[in-house]
């Protein structure tokens, strides 16, 4: 991925996860994003009660990823930091 594909994508996972975050915060949660690798792996961090709750990983995966990944393609995986 180049650069300017990087900071294309970045733009649309911020604009996903905006979508995303309504349904993270009514149970006392949110998440942020961190990084995108040139391989296509969304870095992000799960805060407030996301960030301890023994569900995280199922959020994230089920979650967060399968939405992120139906939007935008290029995106290989969401991981946790």
Do not use: F, W
């Amino acid at each position: 991925m180049t650069e300017q594909e990087r900071i294309v994508v970045e733009g649309r996972v911020k604009n996903a996860l905006a979508q995303i975050r309504p349904y993270l915060q009514q149970d006392g949660g949110d998440v942020e994003y961190v990084d995108i690798t040139p391989q296509g792996v969304v870095m992000v961090r799960l805060t407030g009660h996301c960030g301890s709750c023994p569900h995280a990983l199922q959020t994230l995966k089920q979650g967060i990823e399968t939405a992120i990944k139906r939007v935008i393609p290029e995106v290989k995986s969401v991981e946790r930091v």
